[in-house]
């Protein structure tokens, strides 16, 4: 596949699925902290055109929003906003992306397996290290199962895997999917998905 071949892709994906609500890894993150931390601050790893990022900002948190596709970014800005909001773009590969100091909360929705495994990994122990005392990580991994299991760049994780992963976090949510579904873009697909809160001590 083309560089410009992925971009369309990824511009039919969001279009797709504009207007959906935020993930509800994020929401419970989110409702987890319950007032938002004073300078509240969070990261978006794939971010995408901004399906969780315009709840981040309705509730007040500050946002670096980073995807690797400007068009994500470039739809993201284009959507209303809501008042005060305070967003900061950047195009970048999440696996090389700085993780502010000060983070309270490092989202990835259906974005890291998008990377090829020592990355993953690699991103994975920066978000544990970049967390302070009490901040989040909100997300979903693959588990092995899923058809797109063995797609050279991606990465898939056991749900013993994941949870070893997880050692030394409060896990707040492990749910574990297992569903035969579409993909957004309409190709049947059997999911195999955790969706993860968890919390630094
Ligand atoms: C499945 S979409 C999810 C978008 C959004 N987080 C959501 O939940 O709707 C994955 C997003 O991750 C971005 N992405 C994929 N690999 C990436 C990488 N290595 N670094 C940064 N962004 C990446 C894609 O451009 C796309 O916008």
Redesign the pocket.
């Known amino acids: 596949m083309t560089e410009s071949d992925r971009s369309a892709g ?1 511009a039919a ?2 279009q797709q ?1 504009r207007d ?1 609500p935020p ?1 509800k890894t994020l929401l419970a993150a989110l409702d987890a902290f319950g007032e938002a931390p004073p300078d509240a601050h969070v990261i ?9 990022v315009i709840e981040m900002l309705r509730r007040g948190w500050k946002v670096v929003a ?4 400007p068009e ?1 970014l470039r739809q993201l800005q284009a959507r209303p906003l809501p008042e005060g909001s305070d967003v900061t773009p950047v195009v ?6 700085p993780i502010p100091l000060g983070v309270h909360l490092v ?5 890291m397996p ?2 090829e495994p020592a ?1 993953f990994h690699r991103t994975w122990e920066r978000i544990r290290e970049a967390l302070p005392p009490g901040g989040r990580f909100s997300g ?1 991994w693959y588990g092995p199962r899923d058809s797109w299991f063995g797609r050279p760049g991606m990465t898939f994780v056991s749900r013993e895997e994941a949870l070893a992963l997880l050692e030394g976090l409060d896990v707040e949510m492990f749910d574990e999917e297992e569903a035969d579904g579409v993909t957004p873009r309409g190709n049947a697909k059997h999911w195999h998905i955790f969706h993860i809160v968890a919390k630094k001590s």
């Open positions: 990824w994906y969001y699925l959906r993930r978006d790893l794939g971010c995408g055109d901004g399906r969780d980073v995807d690797a596709e994500a970048a590969q999440l696996e090389e992306v989202n990835s929705s259906f974005a998008l990377c990355a979903q």
